[in-house]
């Protein structure tokens, strides 16, 4: 949005500046360096592309002209080495940059944050108590299977025992997790039991 | 200012000028602004009395009018600028995908909160119209069901509102309403967060608990200024400041209105005859009412019923440690009034004992905050405006002589205590 001013300015003064512009490179190129140049033509684009800030450009630093670099040899402030190194100890190109927010952007990551939280708590909280129902459902349905017939009947609880049996849910041919045998440090007396069938 | 910033001056300004008086002139501001904007300064350039909005003004004649007129502009220029340029959608409004399902999801959370506090309340008016005789503990058993029941409605109060943006955003512009729930909650929240544990380690560190009370856990909190001069917990006061009564600022952060007594005192009154230190009361009032959003007490401004002991400037006499003066907030038996049975005859400044003050009235101490006097240069002015005496008293330690008489030095040392030895001599 401020960007859109910004344009909008921009377009507004669009021909101020190209005449400027236009001066400003023409000056350079055509009238000879004996000739003091105004030193407002220099440094003016780089204003007027920041009419917003109000803290004075980096580049004033230096007397007011972009050095050049010795160590890099690109043109921009020279840094002061105690930053540097600073950088470079507390800093890695694989750290992820520090997440800084504006104020309302930093509240709407909070709500989004809000909302996120509430949503899995409820969708847990839904899972566990859909799992409790089953369990309990299956409860009662085997209660109901133990209470079917009269005791001393024949047959009395068949269907509750065949509900208990626990063939094939540990997989094909697999045995009930009751009856194996606690790891232990030294073999047990009876390595194997031979003779066991189900 | 540099010779480039002069150049550009008056074309800044220029840019500046067209761009408030259109927007002075057009109030309103749609999403395409850049044509509007042109448009408008064409048609008007000049408005004949451009009004400034505070929010908006970026202009340095825009601000200055302002400011003549009295009205200091919001924010930084910045700032300004920026909410001038932006469309003012509300918060909840912003269009983003995310934000806005997460608003959505908020809102669907509240409503169930709001069901669950309409049956909380369904409940708890049904327990209430249940005789006693139905329930098996009797009269006992219906209020603690009750007050764990209100407990529990008062989370759920919180519940509803806690994870609303803009109560957050209220609240940390110090706007949030005190009569509210959750705005007493977080600021509760915020106070135990770092103020309490200052006011709880002053307690440990000038041996509060067991000097003043037997033990005290504060609940609210108490800021204590002198005229504009605020006071941090414990810290050493001007005996010229503190020659006022302060003004006091406490925060409850329960619900309801309650009278409290205040009263300041010195814990550190020499005592010669004794050898040891007394108490006096530099201030007791009592009947003060307190509430969430009514927390401001003027210990000067409070009338002649409520003040039982009046202010007395805090003094310490030359040669004396420092005196612990502490400002205590004391929540009376709900409802009772207390001051009638206190004239300012019958209560002695000297010695006066919190402990059986306290014990007395049946009242908890809740709020607490303190600080220190010594001797300076103002003390002896202060004390004869205030018209005590004893400002030429001046307290010297008794000198402690040996009972064993000194020693010369023996065997090792005598031997090696020569001026041959001086470099092993420390």
Known sequence: MASQTHASIRTMISPLLASFRSLSLTSNSTIPRALPIPSFTRSWTTTMMRSFSTTPSLALRGGGRAKKNPKSGRKGPVKDPRITLIRYHMQHPLTPRPLRFSRMRALRHWTIHRAWMLARRKKLEAEERELYRMYQSMHSACEELRLLDAPGTKDAGRLYRIAMEKKGIFGHGGVPIEYARMQTDTPGAEAWNHGWTR | ?426
């Not at chain 2, 150049?7 to 927007?23: D, E, G, M, N, W």
């Open chain 2, 1 to 426: 200012m540099s010779a480039s910033q002069k150049a550009v001056r008056p074309l800044a300004r220029y840019i500046r000028s067209t761009q408030s008086s259109c927007q002075s002139a057009g109030a309103f501001r749609t999403f395409s602004s850049s044509v509007r904007l042109n448009v408008e300064a064409v048609a008007e350039p000049t408005a004949e009395k451009p009004k400034y909005d505070p929010e908006t003004v970026t202009s340095i004649k825009g601000e200055k009018a302002l400011m003549r007129s009295g009205i200091v502009p919001i924010g930084s220029r910045r700032r300004r600028a920026a909410i001038k340029s932006s469309d003012n959608l509300p918060f909840e409004q912003l269009p983003y995908l995310c934000f806005q399902e997460a608003l959505k999801v908020l809102r669907e959370d509240r409503e169930e909160e709001l069901k669950l506090i309409a049956t909380e309340r369904l409940r708890i008016s049904n327990v209430q119209s249940r005789d006693v005789s139905t329930f098996r503990g009797g009269q006992l058993e219906k209020e603690t069901k009750l007050a764990s029941m209100r407990r529990y409605l008062e989370w759920l109060k919180i519940q509803a509102d806690i994870n609303d943006p803009l109560i957050k955003k209220r609240f940390e512009d110090g706007e949030g309403d005190m009569s509210k729930p959750i705005y007493r909650y977080l600021a509760d929240r915020k106070w135990r967060e770092y103020q309490r544990k200052i006011i709880v380690q002053r307690i440990e560190q000038f041996g509060v608990v067991p000097d003043f009370l037997p033990h005290f856990e504060p609940t609210a909190d108490v800021h204590l200024a002198f005229k504009s001069r605020t006071v941090q917990p414990g810290e050493y006061i001007d005996s010229r400041v503190s020659e006022v009564a302060p003004r006091l600022k406490v925060q409850v952060f329960d619900k309801g209105e309650r009278l409290v007594t205040v009263v300041v005192m010195d814990g550190d009154v020499p005592d010669v005859e004794k050898d040891g230190f007394a108490t006096r009361c530099h201030f007791l009032a009592t009947d003060i009412p307190l509430s969430p959003t009514d927390t401001s007490v003027p210990l000067s401004k409070l009338t002649n019923e409520q003040v039982i002991l009046p202010w007395m400037p805090p003094f310490a006499q030359k040669g004396s440690p420092y005196h612990r003066l502490a400002a205590f907030v004391i929540e009376q038996q709900p409802g009772v009034k207390i001051a009638s049975n206190y004239q300012a005859k019958d209560v002695r400044r000297e010695s006066f004992v919190l402990r059986a003050f306290i014990q007395k009235e049946r009242a908890k101490a809740i709020g607490f905050n303190m600080f220190r006097a010594e001797w300076d240069e103002g003390t002896a002015g202060v004390m004869e405006r205030a018209g005590i005496e004893g400002a030429d008293i001046e307290f010297k330690r008794k000198r402690v002589v040996a009972l064993k008489p000194k020693q010369k030095p023996r065997g090792w040392e005598a031997r090696h205590s020569g001026g041959k030895y001086k470099s092993l001599q420390r």
